[in-house]
């Protein structure tokens, strides 16, 4: 008698280890698909990162999430469970021009990933295939499929079904303009502001009446302690964000003339001067306007879109974004094995936390 036909599973290659980008493979993966991720750093987690040295860490992008949407409340549940994400209660306020305090409106849970804020995105991680440094830097499709140009290693040989770029949309857009003009156009209609971050260490802890603060008045944004988030040790940090049109107005500055802009701002507010600190500039740090649609899929060459730049510019956007794209290609294109609900969750295997 004559075996069932059992097609191989089909292979996507996910472009960008970000939180869309992990939601999205993760999610494919469940549905029998094959999948492989790649992304341009040494670490997973794009922007929900934390940078440490020695006895020292800070959070400098991502700073808090929320979670609004029923499947991202219970995914974040799951995070809990598997101790990498933890709700954080901090000292907040609303610091205005005057300098007055108030406290921010409504209710509103606030988590980080735990120990880090990257920790969610290792935790997604940890069952994929995952290619680090490799930048991808040219798309290329053929007859059997998509194959990737990169960076470090020239043309991969390997040929994918499918494409899906989870990251910022100038970003994917250099990618995209040989292929798809839809998707192109999408991507260079997406206006991403940038993000100057100062992380500032001290011997002792600073005696501020707060943890966390909404600046938005000069040039700060935000400013947070970071070892009031769970699971922080060692050393006293705070991260300063700079507001986005100061940003964008400073983005040539050198780094020390930025820190020493923020850190004047930070005195201000009662901050003293720190023992040490470092900078980044986030280039692509939030979108300007979110867009109607959650992803982007072009089924004819099988090439996506996802991130938080297409859903509101938030760690629960481009996890939703991601998910949300995964079940739309396992709709689309069934793989050879049985599809389950994923709106109802992926379960992960219970595996170490990577910090
Ligand atoms: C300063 C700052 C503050 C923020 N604060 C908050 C907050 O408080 N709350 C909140 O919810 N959100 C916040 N965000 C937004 C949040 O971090 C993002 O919405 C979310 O992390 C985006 O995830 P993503 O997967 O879409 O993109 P990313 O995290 O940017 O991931 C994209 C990945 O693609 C990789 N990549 C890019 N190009 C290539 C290439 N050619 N080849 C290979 N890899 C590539 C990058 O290395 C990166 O890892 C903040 C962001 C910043 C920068």
Known sequence: MDKP???????????????????????????????????AAGTVA??????????????????????????????????????????????????????????????????????????????????????????????????????????QLGLLEAVYDGVVLAMPAPQALPLLQAHSRRLASLAAASVMHPCWAVMARYAQPLALPFEAAFVNHGPLRW?????????????????LHAQSDWSEAHLDWPADQVAKALLHAFAQLGGAAPLAWSTQCWQHAAPAAGHDELFAWHERSRLGLCGDWLQAGTVEGAWLSGRALAAHIAAASPSSMPKPDLAHGVPHPVLPVLV
């Open 223 to 239: 400013v947070a302690r970071n070892n009031s988030k769970p699971g922080r040790h060692g050393q006293e940090s705070w991260l």
């Open 46 to 151: 794009g922007r929900m990162a934390t940078r440490r040295a020695g006895d020292w860490q800070c959070d400098h992008g991502a700073q808090y999430f929320t979670a609004r949407s029923a499947a991202f409340r219970a995914e974040v549940a799951r995070w809990q469970l598997a101790g990498v994400a933890a709700l954080w209660t901090p000292r907040l306020c609303l610091l205005a021009a005057d300098g007055s305090a108030h406290a921010p409106a409504g209710p509103v849970e606030r988590f980080v990933g735990m120990p880090r804020m990257n920790a969610p995105a290792r935790w997604l991680a940890s069952g994929l295939p995952l290619h680090l440094q490799t930048t991808i830097t040219a798309l290329q499709r053929g007859v059997a499929g998509w194959q990737l140009q990169t960076r």
């Open 5 to 39: 036909h059992m097609a191989a599973p089909r292979h996507i290659a996910v472009v960008g280890a970000g939180i869309a980008g992990l939601s999205c493979a993760s999610a494919l993966q469940h549905a029998g698909w094959q999948v492989s991720v790649f992304d």
